[in-house]
């Protein structure tokens, strides 16, 4: 899909070779994910003129790929708001925002409600209510899914099929480089590429971004090769503050495969949810003693002690069983054709995995409507830290955000719109960001991976600070490739020195070299942004508490 609405003012002919055409809109929505499209939707309901910019086709997303499924409470099955919030607050080590993750939780099921109304289906159980069931870290049956284990897939099929429905503008295969700027430093629309490396820019009142994570930092992900944090980057580069980036959460399951790079088939945690364990070569349980949750502890927690196991008996892998699944093949279909794609049937052998990276627990700080503390800058989804994870996401909570936040982000847009807030129309200029420092993704990869992944310790996170360092070279950013290259970098630099600064293990920042959680010196949140130069500057408490 590429459409192009009336109500936006299209790209003209050619008047010069840089930008090569503009265009103007209310709302320029970075991302086709679940928190993008709701909100282009929502912006288009309010009656803003909104283009979506995308750098992929529009159905290419972390969101595509998930699993699980959402996680909303049903007053009616005996779970209650207070139950969510409770065990969100558990699997967040202390760092989520209480009353940020009441609100995200209470408006979970007026948001789902609208996102069936929009054409998402969701699987049923028998007596024909929504089929719910049960992931890491939940005390209830509470996670709905769509077929069976394709979630994520349904819920982008469907919001994309109402953007064309809509006729809500979509550029496809065009990235989002760097931001507009006015002398203020309000945020007033974006530059992009197109498909060919041709820059072009869209002029508008405020720009959302909805650009996912940064699961490709590592070696080994969950995420699908779009999920390179660029409009992390690109917010950082426009002086907004991030925070929580040390929490990378890796997922405990993803298919194990000798040597395997990039994306890698997740095994969904509702596998274990339905009964399933993991147990180690010689098939001894991983899980018992461990917490009182078990094989459905938090993520972080069943991540970690799968490391150890690992770690012990010299292996790359363990095994989760799950051969006591009665009709498998039905319930997950997705894990199944992704298992039988590597010769491994799940009804008789134990399924090989290990943790990859797979979350950003962290992100640029903003409200929980989206608003991060540059003027005119908005976002939401997975890119966005808005309180509701804290040091490690609760299981299938990130659509559930995505949906909420990104409804309301939209709405913010309107209301600041409607105040007068935003800058006019004509008074942005492209910044000069074209050119910014670049190291090689393959050696990221492996930096990070070895030096910045679960057991984390001073000397590895310097070792791998320096020889980023030694090797990045300052490069125009006129290709997709170098751009996100120059995220990555720019996310490697920054979360190194974050990591590098937490001296204790919480949630998802495992450090070897200080195994302990430590209450009294780090129940914070760490907050950094760019100084003039580009580097990060981890803000100290008195600086970060005037920070969005
Ligand atoms: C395998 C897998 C399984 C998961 N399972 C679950 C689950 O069961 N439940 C759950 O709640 N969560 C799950 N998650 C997490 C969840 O899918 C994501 O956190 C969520 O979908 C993120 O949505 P988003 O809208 O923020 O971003 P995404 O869905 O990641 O979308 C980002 C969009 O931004 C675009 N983009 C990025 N950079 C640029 C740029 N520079 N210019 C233009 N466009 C750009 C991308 O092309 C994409 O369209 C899973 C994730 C994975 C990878």
Redesign the pocket.
Same mark, same amino acid.
């Given at each position: 899909m590429s459409t192009l609405g009336d109500e936006v003012g299209a790209p003209g002919a050619k008047t010069s070779p840089t930008p090569d055409w503009e265009a103007t809109a209310d709302l320029v929505v970075?991302?086709? #994910?679940? *928190?993008?499209l709701t909100a282009a939707l929502r912006a288009r309901e309010l009656g803003l003129s909104v283009l979506g910019?995308?750098? %992929?086709a529009?159905s &290419?997303?972390?969101?595509?790929? *998930?699993?699980? +499924?959402? %996680?909303v409470v049903d007053a009616g099955t005996g779970d209650s708001v207070a139950g969510h919030v409770a065990d969100t607050l558990a699997a967040g080590g202390g760092l989520c925002e209480e009353d940020v993750v009441r609100s995200i939780v209470a408006g979970g099921p007026a948001a789902v409600a609208r996102l069936r109304a929009r054409g998402t289906t969701f699987d049923r159980a028998d007596d024909g209510t929504l089929a719910r069931t049960r992931e890491g870290g939940h005390s209830a049956f509470r996670v709905i899914h769509a077929g069976g284990d394709a979630? +994520?897939a349904e819920v982008q099929r469907a919001l994309a099929a109402d953007v064309g429905r809509k006729r809500v503008p979509v550029l496809e295969r $065009? !990235? *989002?480089?760097d931001t507009l700027r006015t002398s203020s430093g309000d945020v007033g629309g974006l530059l992009l590429l197109d498909p060919d490396g041709a820059a072009c820019v869209v002029r508008a009142r405020a720009v959302l971004l %909805?650009?996912?994570?940064f699961?490709q930092l590592y070696q080994a992900t969950?995420?699908?090769e !779009?999920?390179?944090g &660029? +409009?992390l980057a @690109?917010a950082l580069r426009a002086g907004a503050v991030a925070a929580d980036l040390e929490f990378v959460q890796f997922h405990p399951t993803v298919l194990y495969t000798p040597g395997a790079r990039g994306r890698c088939p @997740?095994v969904?945690e509702a596998v274990r949810g339905e009964g399933a364990v993991l147990v180690d070569a010689g098939g001894a349980r991983v899980m018992p003693g461990v917490h009182p949750l078990g094989d459905l502890a938090p993520r972080d927690v069943v991540s970690a002690a799968i490391t150890r196991t690992m770690a012990d008996a010299g292996a790359d892998h363990v095994y989760l069983d799950a051969s006591g699944i009665g009709g498998f093949a039905r319930r997950f279909p997705t894990v199944h054709a992704a298992c039988a794609r590597v010769g491994v049937d799940p009804a008789r052998e134990p399924i090989p995995v290990a943790p990859a990276a $797979?979350?950003a627990c962290g992100g640029v700080a903003t409200s929980p409507e989206g608003r991060t503390g540059v003027r005119g800058l908005y976002a %939401? #989804?997975? !890119?966005a830290r808005t309180g509701l994870h804290g040091a490690n996401r609760l *299981?299938?909570?990130? @659509? @559930?955000e995505?949906l909420v936040v #990104?409804e309301r982000a939209a709405e913010a847009v309107a209301m600041d719109l409607a105040a007068g807030e935003l800058a006019p129309l004509t008074r942005a200029t492209p910044g000069d960001a074209a050119v910014a420092p670049v190291a090689n993704r393959g050696l990221l990869q492996r930096l990070m991976s070895r030096h910045a992944a679960i057991g984390r310790g001073a000397s590895g996170l310097a070792v791998a600070a320096s020889r980023i360092a030694a090797a990045r070279r300052d490069r125009a950013l006129d290709g997709h490739g170098v751009?996100e290259d120059a995220a990555l970098t720019l996310l490697a630099d920054v979360l190194l020195a974050v990591a590098a600064e937490r001296t204790e293990s919480r949630g998802c920042h495992v450090r070897a070299d200080y195994p302990q959680r430590d209450d009294a010196g780090w129940q914070r949140s760490l907050r950094v942004r760019l100084d003039a130069t580009g580097a990060p500057v981890v803000l100290t408490p008195a600086l970060a508490s005037g920070a969005a």
């Amino acid at each position: 899909m590429s459409t192009l609405g009336d109500e936006v003012g299209a790209p003209g002919a050619k008047t010069s070779p840089t930008p090569d055409w503009e265009a103007t809109a209310d709302l320029v929505v970075v991302g086709s #994910g679940v *928190a993008g499209l709701t909100a282009a939707l929502r912006a288009r309901e309010l009656g803003l003129s909104v283009l979506g910019v995308t750098k %992929a086709a529009v159905s &290419d997303s972390n969101t595509r790929w *998930a699993q699980g +499924g959402v %996680a909303v409470v049903d007053a009616g099955t005996g779970d209650s708001v207070a139950g969510h919030v409770a065990d969100t607050l558990a699997a967040g080590g202390g760092l989520c925002e209480e009353d940020v993750v009441r609100s995200i939780v209470a408006g979970g099921p007026a948001a789902v409600a609208r996102l069936r109304a929009r054409g998402t289906t969701f699987d049923r159980a028998d007596d024909g209510t929504l089929a719910r069931t049960r992931e890491g870290g939940h005390s209830a049956f509470r996670v709905i899914h769509a077929g069976g284990d394709a979630t +994520g897939a349904e819920v982008q099929r469907a919001l994309a099929a109402d953007v064309g429905r809509k006729r809500v503008p979509v550029l496809e295969r $065009h !990235i *989002a480089v760097d931001t507009l700027r006015t002398s203020s430093g309000d945020v007033g629309g974006l530059l992009l590429l197109d498909p060919d490396g041709a820059a072009c820019v869209v002029r508008a009142r405020a720009v959302l971004l %909805a650009t996912g994570g940064f699961g490709q930092l590592y070696q080994a992900t969950s995420n699908p090769e !779009i999920a390179t944090g &660029d +409009g992390l980057a @690109l917010a950082l580069r426009a002086g907004a503050v991030a925070a929580d980036l040390e929490f990378v959460q890796f997922h405990p399951t993803v298919l194990y495969t000798p040597g395997a790079r990039g994306r890698c088939p @997740l095994v969904t945690e509702a596998v274990r949810g339905e009964g399933a364990v993991l147990v180690d070569a010689g098939g001894a349980r991983v899980m018992p003693g461990v917490h009182p949750l078990g094989d459905l502890a938090p993520r972080d927690v069943v991540s970690a002690a799968i490391t150890r196991t690992m770690a012990d008996a010299g292996a790359d892998h363990v095994y989760l069983d799950a051969s006591g699944i009665g009709g498998f093949a039905r319930r997950f279909p997705t894990v199944h054709a992704a298992c039988a794609r590597v010769g491994v049937d799940p009804a008789r052998e134990p399924i090989p995995v290990a943790p990859a990276a $797979h979350f950003a627990c962290g992100g640029v700080a903003t409200s929980p409507e989206g608003r991060t503390g540059v003027r005119g800058l908005y976002a %939401a #989804g997975e !890119i966005a830290r808005t309180g509701l994870h804290g040091a490690n996401r609760l *299981a299938s909570n990130s @659509l @559930l955000e995505g949906l909420v936040v #990104g409804e309301r982000a939209a709405e913010a847009v309107a209301m600041d719109l409607a105040a007068g807030e935003l800058a006019p129309l004509t008074r942005a200029t492209p910044g000069d960001a074209a050119v910014a420092p670049v190291a090689n993704r393959g050696l990221l990869q492996r930096l990070m991976s070895r030096h910045a992944a679960i057991g984390r310790g001073a000397s590895g996170l310097a070792v791998a600070a320096s020889r980023i360092a030694a090797a990045r070279r300052d490069r125009a950013l006129d290709g997709h490739g170098v751009v996100e290259d120059a995220a990555l970098t720019l996310l490697a630099d920054v979360l190194l020195a974050v990591a590098a600064e937490r001296t204790e293990s919480r949630g998802c920042h495992v450090r070897a070299d200080y195994p302990q959680r430590d209450d009294a010196g780090w129940q914070r949140s760490l907050r950094v942004r760019l100084d003039a130069t580009g580097a990060p500057v981890v803000l100290t408490p008195a600086l970060a508490s005037g920070a969005a």
